[in-house]
């Protein structure tokens, strides 16, 4: 009895186990839609998303796919066009990167692109919930001296800097991509003009306590 026990406080302490055997299932069910499906409906595009992201891309913390209700859609399809191309989602410790990357890389074309994320645009905001806890007073003083100039005083995101919104967005799903920026998982090629900015940035919050508190400052501003 003592032995399963204690394998599965070793997975659940792991942190970061990379897709389940539900999620490689729902990728390779959204690729084969997307390889025989509708070309330029959105609609249409999204089913091959759903399995993941939600049915009204609300996210799925278990499958590890976040919101998307509050992403604007410009960094949506930035995001989208950077699994394409290869820039995220390359690293090899990058294991949700490189799944989404496999199936941003089956839309057929850039009409594609832009019909997927006109559907999701449409859906409307929609704020994702807090699950992260911690101090929202200290997070505030560290959000606007280091992240709000970027990421707006709100963290409604700034298309002009291209940095995205961060309020109203899974806040573990943040956690990870902050910490995949921070030990190079993500934004390491100069090639990701965006990423390497925010790569740069990653390093500058003291502990994961403070990411967490800005995170929670972050979310507290969601609408
Ligand atoms: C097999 C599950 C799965 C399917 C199907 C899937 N995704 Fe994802 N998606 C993910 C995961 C996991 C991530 C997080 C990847 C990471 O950590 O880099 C993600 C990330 C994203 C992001 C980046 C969000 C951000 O804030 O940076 C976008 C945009 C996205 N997906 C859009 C889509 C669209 C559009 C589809 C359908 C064409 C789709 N996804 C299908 C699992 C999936
Ligand atoms: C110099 C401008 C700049 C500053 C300052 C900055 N960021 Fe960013 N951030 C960006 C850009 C640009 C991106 C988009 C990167 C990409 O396209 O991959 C980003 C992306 C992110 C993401 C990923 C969002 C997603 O949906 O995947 C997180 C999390 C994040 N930043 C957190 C922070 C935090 C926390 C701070 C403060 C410690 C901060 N950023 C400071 C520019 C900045």
Redesign the pocket.
């Known amino acids: 009895m003592m032995l399963p026990f204690a394998l599965l406080t070793l997975v659940a302490c792991s942190g970061d186990v990379g897709p389940s055997a539900d999620s490689e299932q729902a990728a390779s069910q959204a690729q084969q839609l997307l390889a025989t499906g509708a070309a330029g409906d959105g609609k249409q595009l999204y089913a091959a998303c759903a399995a993941c992201h939600g049915a009204k891309a609300e996210g799925n913390k278990a499958l590890a796919a976040?919101s998307l209700r509050n992403?604007q859609d410009w960094?949506l399809r930035?995001?989208l066009q950077?699994y394409r191309s290869g820039v995220?989602g390359s690293h090899e410790k990058d294991a949700y990167g490189m799944q989404m990357q496999a199936i941003a890389k089956t839309l057929p074309d850039d009409a594609a692109v832009d019909a997927v994320v006109a559907y999701i645009s449409g859906l409307g905001k929609k704020a994702a919930e807090a699950t992260l806890t911690g101090n929202a007073k200290r997070g505030a003083d560290?959000?606007s001296n280091?992240?709000?100039?970027?990421?707006g005083p709100a963290a409604e995101g700034n298309d002009i800097?291209?940095?995205?919104?961060?309020a109203g967005?899974d806040d573990w799903?943040?956690?990870r991509?902050?910490e995949h920026?921070q030990q190079g998982i993500?934004?390491a090629s100069e090639d990701?003009?965006?990423?390497y900015?925010?790569a740069?940035?990653?390093n500058?919050?003291p502990s994961t306590e403070v990411?967490k508190d800005?995170?929670v400052y972050?979310q507290s501003l969601a609408r």
């Open positions: 976040p992403q960094y930035r995001q950077a995220r560290y959000y280091l992240c709000g100039a970027c990421h800097l291209q940095a995205p919104a961060l967005v799903y943040l956690q991509q902050y920026f993500r934004g990701d003009k965006y990423g900015q925010m740069m940035m990653a500058t919050l990411l800005v995170l972050t």
